[in-house]
């Protein structure tokens, strides 16, 4: 990195010009954690040590700037400690004067003489390094502030102030004269990422991809890396424990799509991050395997959701010793021959002869063989044809992994094929759940799943069940079941919006209603009866909720 600190020392010790030197930078560029964490450590070696940092955030008048430059440097000051005992000593016998008011304040605004010519007269022989300039709204508080410091460097003070110049409220004219030279800072990609790597666990090894990838996206912003990197060290934290994965592989696309995700988000804001009509971008980022298509994925990166154990599904990640998954993973232009043709005949298997397979996967390498094709990597094979793909489908025991890369399709035929399956799978899944809950209550409605399982009481699933057989479960139950039946009605409604989402069952509950008011009627003065009032009394209150 540049030698910032040797170059200021220069600058303070050129008597040709005031020692107010600015140091330049665009915000999030990481001006102030290199000043603090290296720049200010390189200058205390230059001017051992007596360096004073101080922020002008908060800073609303000339006064309150003294007040802080005296503060920093008579209370903060340690290692000076015979100039704080004399300052402690001059302010005792003033303190009866000013009590319960700031006396620094008042000893500036109101002494003379003595007191008010050492605490800021005699100010001498630091460097204040001054940051937040360009966060000072007024413009005449900016001058002021530069003005006091320029009568305070006849005392051998020197002044940097760590800024960002253009966004001063100050006329260009009067910058040049106030500092005696603008510095920019410039990282490098590489000096930005050495910046942080004392902070990564997982990621300090990945430092020339890394670099790679600051400079093509142009993310120079250190705020949004460090957001970035800390998103990535904790979902490679989750994923380390899964042996079966090809670790580094996954590190690598990881860091690509999460760097990507981040500068077109925080940076350029695209909170879309992909344009479809984009046909380059897309085909760009097929070719890349990229893992940005992935929804959870942008979402996880972006801070919509955390909960990092559901950003992907682990049997879809990249797996060991699989030629299928380093074809379908691999960025295509980085697989050797021998790679490429193991891959594309594991492909080819997937496709025709493996009965159970994963509905996402399957139509993921439906849609690569295509690609394939269409750009000439391989000949076309009459087997696999989009016109023959839904015949081939029909053939699978589809399985569906939740979270799965399942955007990684390109041709819409495919698209409409995978949400066709997809929803069979849904509704085999949705009619066996029902059957199991129907089976559970019958045996006993406290112990059935929709009592004790608590994702079905905001769940619609009543109209699912028939009329018919809620009367033949209320004419199968005891007493104690309509009571607990009665008590999940009564509960099922109170949520905000509850009669929207779950509005789909009102025509099962009026059914339900019109029964059990005839049904009621029909048994004896009994524990039974009186709970199903408790039920009548329920669905009444649900009815009214629809209204």
């Not at 009866?96 to 008010?116: H, P």
């Not at 804001?269 to 395997?289: A, F, Q, V, W």
Request: charged residues 30%.
């Amino acid at each position: 990195m540049q030698d910032y600190a040797s170059q200021i020392r220069n600058l303070f010790e050129d008597d040709s010009f005031p020692p107010i030197v600015a140091f330049s930078g665009k915000w999030g560029i990481g001006k102030t954690y290199f000043t603090v964490k290296t720049l200010i450590p390189k200058l205390q070696a230059l001017y051992v040590p007596k360096i004073l940092y101080l922020s002008l955030l908060g800073i609303s008048s000339l006064d309150d700037f003294k007040d802080l430059l005296v503060s920093k440097r008579y209370l903060e000051e340690k290692y000076d400690k015979k100039s704080t005992s004399k300052l402690f000593s001059i302010l005792k016998p003033v303190t009866k004067l000013v009590d319960g008011k700031n006396i620094v304040s008042e000893l500036i605004q109101n002494s003379t003489g003595a007191i008010n010519h050492y605490l800021l007269n005699n100010i001498s022989e630091r460097v204040f390094v001054i940051d937040d300039l360009e966060r000072l709204d007024d413009e005449k508080l900016q001058k002021d502030i530069i003005g006091e410091c320029l009568r305070l460097t006849e005392n051998k003070n020197k002044f940097l102030y760590v800024t960002d110049v253009e966004k001063l409220e100050l006329d260009p004219s009067f910058t040049e004269k106030a500092f005696s030279e603008t510095i920019p800072f410039n990282p490098t990609a590489e000096d930005i990422f050495l910046s942080l790597k004392p902070n990564l666990l997982k990621l300090a090894k990945d430092q020339n991809q890394i670099v790679t990838l600051i400079e093509e996206n142009r993310l120079t912003n250190l705020r949004v890396l460090k957001r970035c990197f800390k998103r990535i060290e904790s979902i490679l934290s989750y994923l380390e424990q899964f042996p079966q994965i090809d670790y580094e592989l996954t590190k690598s696309k990881i860091i690509n799509d999460a760097i990507y995700i981040s500068k077109k988000y925080y940076v350029d804001n695209n909170p879309e991050m992909i344009d479809g009509d984009d046909s380059y971008e897309n085909t760009r980022l097929r070719i890349n395997r990229s893992f940005i298509l992935n929804d959870k994925f942008v979402s996880y990166m972006t801070g919509k959701q955390m909960d990092f154990k559901k950003v992907f599904h682990v049997d879809q990640l990249p797996n060991n010793g699989s030629p299928l998954d380093k074809i379908l993973h691999n960025p295509i232009y980085t697989l050797n021959e021998e790679d490429f043709d193991l891959g594309v005949k594991a492909l080819k298997k997937y496709i025709l002869c493996k009965e159970n397979v994963v509905v996402q996967k399957f139509f993921e390498c439906t849609d690569y063989h295509d690609f394939l094709v269409k750009y000439e990597y391989i000949d076309k094979d009459e087997r696999i044809t989009i016109d023959k793909i839904d015949l081939i489908a029909s053939s699978k025991k589809f399985s569906d992994n939740e979270g799965a890369i399942s955007r990684q399709i390109h041709e819409k035929e495919y698209e409409h094929l995978l949400e066709k399956y997809l929803n069979q799978i849904y509704e085999d899944e949705k009619s066996q759940e029902l059957a199991r809950i129907v089976q559970e209550m019958k045996v006993s409605f406290k112990d059935s799943s929709l009592y004790t399982n608590h994702k079905y009481k905001t769940k619609p699933i009543l109209h699912e069940i028939k009329i018919d057989t809620f009367i033949e479960l209320i004419d199968g139950w005891k007493a104690r079941d309509i009571g607990y039946f009665a008590s999940f009605i009564n509960g099922r409604y109170e949520f905000h919006h509850a009669s929207a989402h779950l509005g789909v069952e009102e025509k099962v509950i009026t059914e339900l209603l019109e029964y059990l008011k005839t049904y009621q009627i029909t048994l004896p003065k009994s524990p039974k009866r009186g709970n199903i009032r408790f039920v009548i009394n329920a669905l009444n209150k649900v009815l009214a909720s629809f209204d």
